[in-house]
């Protein structure tokens, strides 16, 4: 009987070139949006949380709160996705990123809303963080 170490590996099946293109996409997109949000942190203070320093460290906390929901979101959606597929999955990822996005959009500023604009930011912030993760294909 051969022993593990002299049995040939066993080759991983190749992903496509849709697949890693669609992989590398999202992943542009993915940091863009971050990157977005982190260049217009001092107007989304002023907007959201009011003048001052502790709007900025407010809005850069929604920022940390969002990131941190990156796993969360992967272990939701992949669980779900391994039990009712990954195409519904994908599809229901991009519905509440697009919901949530234009939500955020359409947020009242702290000078409409008070203090409650910046709790609206915040809910807004974690599903808009937490889709990514079905839109990547598997391994």
Do not use: N
Not at 94 to 110: F, H
């Amino acid at each position: 009987m051969p022993s593990a170490a002299s049995l040939p590996p066993v080759a991983s099946p190749a992903l496509s070139r849709a697949s890693m293109g669609v992989a590398a996409f999202s992943t542009v997109v993915e940091w863009y949006d971050f990157t977005l949000y982190l260049f217009m942190t001092t107007v989304l203070s002023r907007v959201f949380f009011g003048p001052g320093a502790s709007s900025v460290l407010m809005t850069l906390a929604v920022f940390a709160i969002a990131y941190v929901m990156r796993p969360l979101g992967a272990l939701v959606f992949g669980h779900v996705g391994d039990r009712l597929g990954r195409r519904k999955v994908l599809l229901a990822s991009m519905t509440v990123m697009t919901v949530a996005m234009l939500v955020t959009a359409l947020l009242p500023t702290r000078d409409q809303i008070g203090s409650t604009a910046g709790c609206c930011c915040c809910c807004c912030a974690v599903p808009w963080a937490s889709r990514w993760v079905a839109s990547t294909p598997a391994s």
